[in-house]
């Protein structure tokens, strides 16, 4: 592997790290596991429900986008998730990323969890981008995958150029990024009012505890730093490269210079930090509604998704 600049380093040491915090509370990146994560207080990985309706969907959104014998490259496959689902498909993946340590975690649970003529159809390896771009021939991959990672990468355009001479004709991009920007006062307002009112990781005792409407305006302020990840508290950050790309109109644009887009969908209005973090007995029905009302409210073009799904063409 040609040699990481600096920034790349210290993004590789930083997702190896994650991925030690990982594999010591046992996560399973496998989506079809079953089993409760207890260790995430809010995150979607939370319960299989939170799964099948968040991470499930975004994965489907990919699946319907290739076909069975297609060369893809899950560019930043991290622990193997899409990359493992891919391989159900019958999809040969080319799933690199340049952390050691998520890699090594993704083919283990890929080994344990894929049948074998399934685990053939992986390809996992450490490469940035860019040197596999630069290594690739042209007009030999079907799809380039960004799934939760072009917001890691600078200069979209740059890259997308690039990728163009390496896809087959009508070989496509696949795009599903939280471009978090993009939240708005809106979406923040609400996602205050149901972590408010809902039985969640933070007791009513607490939350409601206010002294007047001051409380509630930096109740509001909190949840958007938290979902834009600007806040000071260590750790909201993932690493050092994280959100370098966080305006959904630039990657628009940018993939206009050089591509036909088909599609655009969102969705995430604010259910994200949400549904993974409800609690009680009534808990599935709650969070079912959560995902209905975040669907209706982006239907009804009253708040728009950070959640971005595009596909478009060469």
Not at 58 to 77: E, R, T, Y
Not at 83 to 110: F, G, H, P, Q, T
Not at 114 to 136: A, C, P, T
Request: one cysteine or more; aromatic letters at 10%.
């Amino acid at each position: 592997m040609k040699k990481l600049s600096k920034k790349l380093k210290q993004e590789a040491k930083a997702f190896d790290k994650i991925a030690t915090q990982k594999q010591r509370i046992k996560f399973n990146p496998d989506l079809r596991s079953d089993k409760i994560n207890p260790f995430f207080y809010n995150n979607p990985w939370r319960y299989p429900l939170t799964r099948k309706l968040t991470i499930r969907k975004k994965v489907d959104f990919v699946l319907a986008n290739c076909s069975k014998k297609q060369k893809v490259v899950d560019v930043g496959c991290g622990l193997g998730t899409l990359s493992m689902e891919l391989a159900r498909k019958s999809v040969y993946v080319e799933a690199i990323d340049i952390s050691d340590r998520s890699l090594n975690y993704a083919r283990n649970y890929a080994k344990k969890s894929l049948k074998k003529n399934e685990l053939s159809h992986i390809n996992f390896k450490k490469v940035q981008i860019e040197n596999y771009i630069k290594d690739s021939k042209n007009g030999t991959i079907d799809r380039f995958i960004f799934f939760r990672t072009l917001h890691h990468l600078p200069n979209p355009e740059i890259l997308f150029k690039k990728i163009k001479s390496k896809l087959k004709k009508n070989g496509k991009i696949i795009i599903v990024e939280p471009f978090r920007s993009s939240i708005s006062y809106t979406s923040g307002l609400i996602a205050y009012l149901v972590r408010q009112l809902a039985m969640t990781w933070v007791s009513y005792d607490k939350k409601l505890k206010l002294k007047n409407t001051n409380d509630i305006k930096k109740g509001i302020s909190n949840i958007l730093k938290e979902y834009r990840y600007v806040l000071d508290k260590k750790g909201y950050d993932q690493s050092p490269m994280d959100n370098i790309t966080s305006d959904p109109d630039k990657v628009i644009s940018a993939l206009k210079k050089n591509f036909v887009i088909e599609k655009i969908e969102t969705e995430d209005s604010f259910k994200d930090k949400i549904i993974g973090g409800i609690r009680g007995k009534n808990s599935d029905q709650i969070i079912k509604f959560i995902d209905l009302f975040d669907d209706f409210l982006i239907k009804q073009k009253i708040i728009k998704g950070t959640t971005y799904k595009i596909v478009a063409k060469k």
